[in-house]
C-alpha cells in the first residue's frame, strides 16, 4: 500500500529512512527508484549515499551541512513535484539465469537444517503447501513461468531481491527461523514474495528450491560481464529462470571454472511500466 | 620497503576509514571500527589520518621491519614490545630495520589499531584499502594477514616524531558498563511501552557473536510487540519487515530477543525490524567492547545525538593538536 504521504523516521544522527508504503509491490518499488533518481539528480550536498529499497529507501547524510528537518522537508518537495503517478518507460536489461531445481547441494544444506530443527517441513513442500501447488514441478513452472523485476541489491554484495512480473506467478514463503549458518553460492531462494539468488556462500533465511552455476557477484572481476560493475545486477533490469538439466548444470560451471562464461544478458530493450500495469491488470482480471 | 608478517594474531586486517558509497550495491562502508584510535594511530607517525593501518582483534600480530620506520598503536590495550623491550602505547615508537613488533596479552578493550609511517600499501578496492573479507575485496587479496605476507608500506611522509604521544586524557575506551547511546526510532512504535522502557532499563551483555558485521547483546528481557496485521511479503514472525534499509548502528532484534548493532561491516539491508540506531559518537566504543560486557543502553534525542557528535569531532581535534 502507498502511502499518502512519505514517512521519515531518523536512523541515528546521520541516516534518514524515507517509507513510501508497506508490501512487496512493483508500483510502490517503481516509484521509490523514481524518486531516489529525483533526490540524487537534485544534488543536495549534504547527501552522501542513497540507498533504494522494496518501499523505502535511505539517506546518508552529512548533519554537519544540513539538518534532519530540513533534509526531509526537501525531500518531501521534490516528491510532491514528482506526483505518485506510475508512468514513463526506462531502458531495463533482460538477464537469463540457468537453474538446477531441486539439486543436490541445497538439498543437502536443507537436510543438513533439518537434523538440527528436525519440525522443518522441507522446503519445497512447504511452499508447494502455502500456495496451493501440486508438486514441485508445478513449483517449477510457477517460478520460471515469469520475469522477475530487480527492485533492490543489498544484504550482502550482490544479492538481488526480485518480485515476479506475472501476477499469477506470486510465490510467498516465509524466511526460517533461526535463520541459516551457511547457504551453498548461487542458491536460489523465497522469502517474503520476493527471489533472491545467493551470491556467496552465506547465512540465509529464505527456503531454497535450487542453484544456478552462474556468478552474479565478482570481486575479482574474473569474468567477462563483470567488467564494469562486481555485481551483475542493476536495479530496473529483468530477471527471466531457465530451468536446465544436470548436464548442461556441469557444462557452465566448468565454463564459469574456466573464466569463459557468457551470462545471456539482452540489453536493447525498454520497459513501458503502462503497457505493463495495463497487461499486469488483464492477466490478473483473466485469472 | 615491507613488513613481513612473522605471526598473523587472531584476525588481523588491513583497515582505512572505509568506501561509503556502494551500499547500493550491497557493498559496505567498512574500514576502522575504532576510527578515533586509527586516526590517532596515523598522526603520530605522520600519516594521513586516513593511511590504511592494521587492525588486530584480541591478540596482536608479530611484524618484521626490513627498513627503520615509525609505529604507533592505539586502541586495546595490550603489551607492546619491540624486540623484548616494551613500549608504550598511543605513542609513535622508532623501529629499526630488522627489529620485531609484538604483542602481550590483552589488558582491556578489543581492538589494536597499528599505524606504520607511508601506511600500508596494499592495492586499493573501490577507493579504500580496507579488508573486506565477505566481498573478497581490499587488503591482501581480501582476507585478514597470514603467516609469511609481505605487507607493502608506502613512502613515509618525514612528519612524525618519535616519543609524540596522545595524552592520556584524550584517550578513550568503555567503561563498565558500558554505555551505549541510542535514538530510537525506524520501527519503535512496533514494541509496546513496557518493553520500549524495559530495553532501557536491562543491563544486556556482549554476546559470543560479536564482529566487524555487528555486535549481538543477550540477557535483557524479549521484547513484546504491539498486535497489528503483517504487510504482503514481510513473513509472519512480528520481528519481519518489507525489507529496508540498516543504517550503520542500527539496533535490529530478531525474533525480539537478541538486539545486534550493526556495525562497519554490515549488510545494507533485510528483512528485520529495528527499534533504533546507536548515535555515530559512540560507534568507535563498540569496537572496544569484549564479549561477556555488561552493557547499558542509554536512550537520547536528536540534539543530544548532534552534541555527543560535535564533541566527538571537538576531541579529535584536540588531538590532532596534541600531536601535531
Known sequence: MLYDALRFYPGGDRAIEVELGDGMDFTINFIV??????????????????????ASFQVNYDPDVMSY??????????????????????????????????????????????KSYPDKVPDSDLICELNGLSDRAALMRRHSGTEYWVAALGFWPGLCSLLPLRP????????YNPPRTHTPKGAIGIGGALTCIYPDATPGGYQLIGHTPAPTYDGEQRLPDFKDSLALFRAGDRVRFAPVGAEEYRDIQAQVAEGTYRHDI?????????????????????A | MSVKVIKPGLLTTVQDLGRPGYFHLGIPMGGAMDRLAMRSANLLVGNDEGAAGLEAVFMGPELEFTQDALVAVTGADMPI????????????????AGQRLGFGFLRSGARAYIAISGGIDTPPALGSRSTYAIGALGGVEGRAIAVEDELPIGRASGKGRAGASVPQAL???????????????????????????????????????????????????????????????????????????????????????????????????????MIGTVISADMDLIGQLQPHTPVKFVKVDMDAALAARAERAALMQRIREAVG
Open chain 2, 171 to 273: 584517550r578513550r575506551g568503555p567503561g563498565s558498563p558500558a554505555e551505549l547511546r541510542m535514538l530510537p526510532g525506524l520501527y519503535w512504535h512496533r514494541i509496546t511501552e513496557a518493553a520500549q522502557k524495559g530495553f532501557f532499563e536491562d543491563e544486556w551483555a556482549v554476546a559470543p557473536e560479536a564482529d566487524r558485521m555487528g555486535y549481538r547483546f543477550r540477557n535483557g528481557r524479549p521484547l513484546e510487540f504491539v498486535e497489528r496485521e503483517q504487510p504482503f511479503g514481510a513473513g509472519s514472525d512480528p520481528s519481519n519487515i518489507v525489507d529496508g534499509c540498516y543504517p550503520y548502528g542500527s539496533v535490529q532484534v530478531p525474533g525480539g530477543t537478541e538486539p545486534i548493532v550493526l556495525h562497519r561491516d554490515a549488510v545494507s539491508g533485510g528483512g528485520y525490524f
Open chain 1, 168 to 175: 499469477q506467478c506470486r510465490i510467498i514463503a516465509p524466511k
Open chain 1, 266 to 286: 539482452i540489453d536493447y530493450q525498454v520497459f513501458s511500466v503502462d503497457l505493463y500495469l495495463d497487461w499486469a491488470k488483464a492477466q490478473e482480471a483473466a
Open chain 1, 69 to 114: 528537518e530540513d533534509l526531509c522537508a526537501e525531500i518531501g518537495q521534490i516528491y510532491e513535484q514528482l506526483g505518485r503517478g506510475v508512468t514513463g518507460s526506462l531502458p531495463s536489461r533482460l538477464i537469463t539465469i540457468p537453474v538446477l531445481y531441486y539439486d543436490d547441494e541445497t538439498t543437502a544444506c536443507i537436510d543438513a537444517y533439518r
Open chain 2, 81 to 96: 614490545f619491540v624486540d623484548e623491550v616494551e613500549q608504550p602505547g598511543w605513542t609513535a615508537i622508532a623501529v629499526k
Open chain 1, 33 to 54: 527508484h523514481r524518486l531516489v533518481a529525483a533526490v540524487r539528480q537534485a544534488q543536495i550536498a549534504a547527501i552522501q549515499d542513497l540507498i533504494p529499497e522494496l
